[in-house]
């Protein structure tokens, strides 16, 4: 791979940026400042064949017009919406990303925010860390997160690995998606409001399309309720953010746990005061373990492609 | 026929409370018994207890360690039958003494187990997973300056060891599977219904495990179980959860090895002298706190009232209790 021009987008893991550095010929366009990042970009587009990025920055149309020998992009992620795809299509260019390595962690993370929230786990430790144990006494009465009723947007991978790790507790699970899924015994709702009624906690794990963009707005908050939980581990765009701030400030929303905001990495500060609600910055598949295998499968997919192999988890 | 006297309370539904107690459950309580409240009278408790020991024949603990019902108290109500607790633990009460003196204890039952499991597995989320500490950071407007935050640790393949696989441990047991993790456990007997890996010390469990979730009775038996060696065997990227009681863990120790990088982390809902908490451990990353708080749900204490309420209904129509406690 020595001679493979590898264009990486961002710091993603230096474990992956070392052995990228150590195999391949390595670009690192963020150390390029932006306003020579243009001619950098034409110096040297003859070698650039292959693409590095997440679902943060991709490959969109300016940067792949500027690589007229980009071959494939291979993403540090499993999300895809910031590749256009369209343009990848017609240019024959390959894609690919790291599904599966990262489903347990994403799923982990539903339902330790799930627990995080109706338990305020992080809120109680604020308590305890500011004294006010000794001086104000016992910390609140939480609502109970087993034997609830947990409704999940998107039965994919993740959304089913949500779905049985929440069994464990005892919860009930029902979903919404497209279409209803075979080989579930889960209570399919094709319509997402009554789904939002039903349910205690609603799981937002469906990926980010045209059709799904603010697919949690106004409508599906207020019949979430007052005693209803948002949980959040999609993209920051599948909720209409504004809604859900005043839905939570004026109490019509139960509380939220956040993984992903429309405007990463600004999280509106009018959430910081409010105890019904965690927030993590976009730590879906922040651990060593999956940082390290999502950095494999990105390693493993290059070779593929150098190799003329069938790529092993393409996209496009 | 009630005189109104200080020897009142020959009214037969009287039960004693020594302290007060959920404002909620006092209502609902005096609604249906009579209650007598040592700490509304001017006397010295026992002069109190000597004066109304004849109406005494339920008692009525709040467990938040202000009193331990002791051989002193027991023998100052002789006519005492039962006491209702609304705890699972019972360090609070002299249980041998009152098996002495033919005293059934009923505890919680069962009411509280689900919201101290889900509690524990919420706190080991948290430590592996950081959430607390990101969460602390967001609010303190770090995301967009300092960037890329320090990466938890995987849930599914951590080695979980549970020390006391009671109706608790179980149930922590029971979420920790379906996340993948390896399960294994030391408890007084070995539990041939359950597939999990039994360990015959809290040493040997603590040797073959990433973490440590400390869910059993605290008794003279396991005072401090989670001892030196105990974190010596679970070693330096150990993790332990607490949401037993705070001396079953030698927190002094704990608290020493988390300043010297000598542990991983830990999640804990008790401690040794509650409320007060060790002060090195509010500046730590690595550590989860809770005040005591694993059982305080609206659903779970809706139904602990009504089982407490169940309890002394029955006591007093001479039928059997709900939950009382059978094993020590």
Known sequence: MESLGVLL??????????????????????QIPKASRKDFLYANSPSIRALVGNSAVGADADIIDALPQLEIVVLYSVGFDKVDLAKCRSRGIRVTNTPDVLTDDVADLAIA???????????????LRSAAWKTKGQYVFTSKF????VGIIGLGRIGSAIAKRAEAFGCFICYHSRTEKANTTYKYYPDIISLAKECDVLVVACPLIAETQHIVDRKVIDALGSNGVLINIGRGSHVDEAELISALVEGRLGGAGLDVFEYEPHVPGILFSLDNVVLTPHVGS???ETRRAMADLVLRNLEAHVMNNPLLTPVL | MADGSAKQGRNPRT???????????????????????????????????????????????RGNGS??????????????????TNCVGLDLIDMAE?????????????????????????????????ISSADRCIRAGLWPITGLFRLGSKIGGKRVGIVGLGHIGSEVAKRLDAFGCIISYYSRKQKPSFSYTFYPNARTLAAQNDVLIVCCALNSDTYHIIDKDVMDGLGKQGIIINVGRGALVDEKELVRRLMQGEIGGAGLDVFDNEPAVPRELFTMDKVVLSPHCAVYTQESFADLFQLIVDNLEAFFSNRPLVSKVTEV
């Open chain 2, 15 to 61: 039960v004693l409370l020594l302290r007060p107690t959920f404002e909620a459950l006092e209502d609902v309580l005096a609604k249906r018994f009579h209650l007598l409240r040592a700490w509304e009278s001017p006397l010295p408790l026992a002069e109190f207890l000597a004066a109304h020991a004849t109406a005494i024949r339920a008692l009525f603990i």
């Open chain 1, 286 to 288: 922040a651990t060593v």
């Open chain 1, 9 to 30: 987008m961002l710091p993603l893991n230096p474990y992956l940026e070392s052995e990228l550095d150590r195999r391949c010929k390595l670009f690192r366009l963020w």
């Open chain 2, 98 to 130: 009152c098996a002495k003196r033919g005293v059934a204890v009923a505890n919680a039952g069962n009411v509280l187990t689900e919201d101290v499991a889900e509690y524990a597995v919420g706190l080991l989320m948290d430590v592996l997973r950081r």
């Open chain 2, 67 to 84: 009193v331990f019902v002791d051989a002193e108290i027991l023998s100052s109500l002789p006519n005492l039958e039962i006491i209702v």
């Open chain 1, 113 to 127: 925010l799930s627990i995080a929230t109706m338990r305020k786990i992080c809120s109680a430790d604020r308590y």
């Open chain 1, 146 to 149: 087993s034997g609830k009723t």
